[in-house]
């Protein structure tokens, strides 16, 4: 359900003002001008002879009118007023892409754009209008404002069909612009005219209008758009474009409490495509001094603490606890945390004093982007059917994901599946599949609308924070060394042990929240945004953590270890592919007991996600030297462990199985040479399963946190397999492609598999031979491993 404001509230609290003018109704006096000048005519608007619905063209000619009733607008109120000064123009041109840098994102029927980049005519005669024509120039996301979706028809298919685009147009302009805070949408169904507002914290619509008739309300639009000032647009105005790197990436210059930092590389920014949230960007930047560091750029919820103020929280927790050795729990924490160096609560631009800008008060998704309107007074509305498909995932041309297949697509390869929305089920810790989207199916476009239908679209409201790291440093996404990754996760569990001791839990350990910071060696902890103090953590239904890296009680926000469900006979393996019956099974959650003791996050959660981004590590990385054998098996795992959703329920079969020492199938297809990373996985496992076990034996009466401190056990496992594992060099899977030194053995079945006399060559379907070159590099791998190991 959505929020629909009545047009008239719309217009008051929502859409930008009315440009400042001497007169006292100037949409009065301006629609008095068009009428002389016969821009109105018979009681319609002149550029439309008939209703769009009884145009002979598509949709794009049918509306074509609307660029000359803007323009004539535009022309009437600088003679009424000619102190006024345009920001936006109107382009109609549904042939047009919206691009972000070199890809396509969406194709509206028509957007504003900033009059930098146009120019306008002033005649209705829309033939003369001067408009850029793809590929010579190109309409790019960072210039345009309120997307429009049209239907010459007034149907439920048209009127689905326009609302499931202009949603997934709007989640792209917010997704793709760092700059932009909100962004407003424009849906017209032959005459039937609704305005759209989509924040990080609400997605609204207004009731309708007949633009035809409703002639007050259009040029109220107009005025309103194009007059406007780009804080009321929803451009961040802290927030400016810098340069083009030599990559062809834009930088941005980014003030933070009055500082000016330059991004350089963009770290993590796969939350900002899910278009309700925090929206976490986090970049390498430099300082006014050239010196690299940390930028963090997040939406939090108004009643949530700043980070800065939760890590002197924790820090002063660690200096409180009881040490018989005088053991510095606090300097030994702040060695493993990332240190904040500037934040503040991000400012608007109030008003302009002698042609600079005035800060305002902090930015805020209600008080201010709304002006204060109440949407507890709105009335919820469907915003679409429930019925649809969800179409497949893209390929990824980055890191791999469940999914895709193990190959790197063509810089020219298009998706007729429709775009890639990311959000949280896909690779967290890069931006999504850069791809040409010259084919979108409108399918896509639906289902971005259609699964946010089951929640109401007016949550907490948001404030906009940033902080600022001294170290620069990198996540294990990006750290190509496995013993510098075991050697992050080594010193972040050591952290995480003393914010047990001081009463905390972190609840979001993720790949992105990891970092190995080569200049100290040593390993950080960042992102502690949602960090509670245990004592006042309490049950909610909201789950917090990264889907990739969750532990399974967590997803399912239940306890799996009580008594009852550890007597329940164990699911058949979950991890070979080659049960006929998993299919079958799969279809069916397993059973948990219902629980009357309220679920809480506690440390053994934080604990599982630190073995989940190994088993991470594993599935999406190769040895650079010796490369799985069997990556279909590999993406079938990743399907099962790695899709993203809070419904996964194969999490807690793997984890137990691991526990027991079954590693058979994943033997089948790891790098042989990191084969000891299994030492690592198992052990752990099975003291998780144990301390899960033990602490939930108890309840209801009592949840044994004695129990939870088994961070010994990490730490020793971490650092035996941080040495032994150091000479591996990581490759992402997708990169094997490019890549690929050891050759490759055709599948044997055991029915088919050569006796050890006849496999000197093995014939390949096209009639030559595999030498026994690819026998022999299998073997100099498990040669090698067999090294590792001792």
Not at 468 to 478: G, K, L, P, S
Request: proline letters at 6%.
């Amino acid at each position: 359900m959505i929020p629909e404001v009545p047009v008239e509230d719309f217009f008051h609290s929502i859409l930008p003002p009315l440009p400042r003018s001497s007169k006292n109704d100037l949409v009065g006096e301006v629609i008095a001008k068009l009428e002389e000048n016969k821009t109105i005519k018979n009681d319609r608007w002149a550029a439309f002879r008939v209703d769009p619905c009884k145009h002979s063209e598509k949709e794009p000619q049918a509306f074509q009118g609307l660029t000359g009733v803007w323009n004539d607008v535009i022309s009437a109120a600088k003679v009424v007023d000619g102190s006024l000064e345009q920001t936006l123009g109107l382009v109609v041109n549904g042939h047009a892409y919206i691009h972000s840098d070199q890809v396509q994102l969406c194709q509206p029927d028509a957007f504003n754009e900033l009059c930098s980049k146009i120019q306008p005519t002033t005649n209705s005669d829309t033939s003369n209008a001067k408009r850029r024509k793809a590929p010579e120039d190109r309409y790019y996301v960072y210039d345009i404002a309120n997307p429009h979706q049209f239907k010459k028809g007034d149907g439920v298919n048209q009127i689905i069909e326009d609302f499931s685009k202009v949603v997934y147009d709007m989640e792209q302009v917010l997704a793709r612009d760092p700059c932009r805070r909100f962004t407003f949408g424009t849906t017209i169904e032959n005459r039937t005219t609704r305005l759209w507002f989509l924040s990080r914290a609400s997605l609204l619509r207004s009731t309708s209008f007949d633009f035809m008739t409703d002639r007050r309300e259009l040029v109220h639009l107009i005025l309103s758009l194009a007059f406007s000032s780009l804080r009321d647009l929803g451009w961040d105005t802290t927030m400016t474009f810098s340069h083009v790197d030599s990559c062809s990436r834009r930088q941005y210059t980014i003030d933070v409490d009055g500082h000016q930092f330059t991004t350089t590389k963009v770290l993590s920014d796969a939350s900002a495509d899910s278009p309700l949230g925090r929206a976490t960007r986090v970049w390498q930047v430099t300082d006014s001094a050239g010196h690299p560091r940390v930028l963090k750029d997040v939406w939090l919820e108004t009643d949530r603490k700043e980070e800065h103020v939760i890590l002197e929280n924790i820090l002063d927790a660690a200096k409180s606890i009881k040490s018989e050795h005088e053991y510095d729990y606090r300097a030994e924490l702040e060695k493993r945390m990332l240190k904040p160096m500037a934040h503040c609560r991000v400012l608007v631009d109030d008003e302009t004093v002698d042609g600079e800008p005035v800060k305002g008060p902090p930015d805020d998704t209600g008080a201010i982007m709304l002006r204060g309107y109440d949407l507890g007074s709105a009335k919820p509305v469907k915003l679409l059917p429930d019925k649809t498909s969800t179409p497949p995932p893209p390929p990824s041309i980055t890191y791999s994901m469940p999914g895709d297949r193990d190959y790197i697509p063509s810089s020219n390869s298009r998706l007729a599946e429709g775009p890639n929305t990311r959000s949280e089920h896909l690779d967290p810790s890069v931006s999504s599949p850069q791809v040409t989207l010259a084919q979108v199916n409108q399918t896509a476009a639906t289902n971005v609308a259609q699964r946010k239908a089951a929640s109401t679209y007016a949550g907490h409201h948001r404030y906009h924070y940033r902080i600022v790291f001294e170290q620069c440093a990198t996540t294990i996404y990006d750290e190509r060394n496995l013993g510098n990754v075991l050697r992050a996760l080594l010193d972040v569990t050591r952290a995480l042990w003393i914010i047990y001791l001081a009463g905390w839990v972190h609840r979001d350990i993720s790949g992105g929240n990891v970092y190995w910071f080569a200049h100290a060696k040593t390993g950080l902890l960042g992102d502690f945004e949602y960090a509670v103090k245990r004592s006042e953590e309490r049950h909610h239904d909201v789950r917090t953590g990264t889907p990739f890296f969750m532990a399974a009680e967590t997803m399912r926000n239940v306890y799996l270890y009580l008594p009852d469900n550890n007597k329940k006979a164990p699911p058949k393996s979950l991890l070979d592919p080659l049960n006929p019956a998993e299919e079958e099974e799969d279809a069916a959650p397993i059973p948990v007991a219902e629980s009357e003791y309220p679920f809480s996050y506690n440390p053994l959660h934080d604990l599982e996600s630190i073995w989940w981004i190994i088993v991470y590590v594993l599935f999406f990385n190769d040895d650079e030297s010796f490369h799985s054998l069997e990556p279909d098996i590999r993406q079938e795992q990743m399907e099962k462990l790695f899709h993203g959703q809070l419904d996964i329920t194969d999490r807690q079969p793997f984890l137990k199985e691991l526990s027991i020492g079954y590693i058979k199938v994943l033997k089948k297809w790891l790098s042989p040479t990191l084969y000891p990373a299994l030492d690592l996985l198992v052990p752990l496992a099975s003291d998780l399963i144990t301390a899960y076990t033990n602490s939930e034996e108890t309840h209801p009466n009592e949840i044994g946190e004695h129990h939870f401190n088994i961070h010994n056990t990490f730490t020793k496992y971490l650092k035996t397999a941080a040495k032994s594992l150091s000479i591996i060099t990581l490759i992402p899977v997708k990169a094997t492609g490019m890549k690929r030194p050891n050759p490759t053995l055709p599948e044997e079945t055991d029915s088919e598999r050569p006796s050890k006399r006849s496999r000197t060559s093995v014939n390949d379907q096209s009639g030559g031979s595999v030498s026994r070159t690819g026998n022999k590099s299998l073997r100099q791998a498990r040669q090698r491993s067999s090294k590792l190991r001792q």
